[in-house]
């Protein structure tokens, strides 16, 4: 795991694979946000824990990404992801 700072509030670290990063807040760690640059846009999801309204969004989905190779990874992720901004 690599750990890079930025900001004043919130640490990124990036998985295994390197694919994706993971932000979370340096005060409590809690996972914030998961996001990947796919194609030279910032792509992610937000943590659901921690938004107000949540039924308001579509239903979860069950993923297994242990299952899904790197390339299957990015499609996905391309597909179902948000842009992200602001991090
Ligand atoms: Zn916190």
Redesign the pocket.
Known sequence: MSTVFIGD?ISTNQNGDQLAVFYH??????LLAVGCNINNQLRGAVNLNLLKGVDQLGDPIQVQPRLLSADQKLERWGKLWGFLSGL
């Open positions: 509030g807040c340096k005060g409590c760690n809690q």
